[in-house]
C-alpha cells in the first residue's frame, strides 16, 4: 500500500488543521493507521492510531482532547483533526500502516509540513 499525506500548513496557535492520508495500491481497511511526527532535532513520536474499522483508536497524551483520528474506509482516507494547535506541535507529520494498531508500522508515506506560529 502506498500512502500520501497531505493538509499541512502555517496555521496560528490555536487554531485548527485536518491531515489526510490517502492511501493507494490496496484497500485502507485492511490495515490499522497511525499518525506520527518529528521535529527538528528530535525522534519521531507517535502521535494517534486507528484500527482498521475507525471502532478503537489511541492517542498520546501530548495531544488527547485537542486530536481526533478518523477514517473513511470508501475512500481510503485516515484523517487527524488538530484543533487548539500550540506552536509545539510544529513538526513534520506522517502517517503509516500496519497490520495491527500495536504492530510495527511497516508502510509510510511521505511526511505533511505544519508549523504553528504564536
Known amino acids: 500500500v502506498q500512502l500520501q499525506a497531505y493538509g499541512g500548513g502555517l496555521v496560528q496557535a490555536g487554531g485548527y488543521l485536518r491531515l489526510s492520508c490517502a492511501a493507494s495500491?490496496?484497500?485502507?481497511?485492511?490495515?490499522?493507521v497511525g499518525w506520527f511526527r518529528q521535529s527538528p532535532g528530535k525522534e519521531r513520536e507517535f502521535m494517534a492510531a486507528i484500527n482498521w474499522s475507525g471502532v478503537s483508536s489511541n492517542y498520546a497524551d501530548s495531544v488527547k482532547g485537542r486530536f481526533t483520528i478518523s477514517r473513511d474506509n470508501a475512500k481510503n482516507t485516515v484523517y487527524l483533526q488538530m484543533n487548539s494547535l500550540k506552536p509545539e506541535d510544529t513538526a513534520v507529520y506522517y502517517c503509516?500502516?500496519?497490520?495491527?494498531?500495536?504492530?510495527?508500522?511497516?508502510?509510510w508515506g511521505q511526511g505533511t509540513e505544519v508549523t504553528v506560529s504564536s
Open positions: 495500491g490496496r484497500p485502507l481497511s485492511s490495515y490499522a
Open positions: 503509516a500502516a500496519a497490520t495491527n494498531m500495536w504492530d510495527d508500522y511497516d508502510y
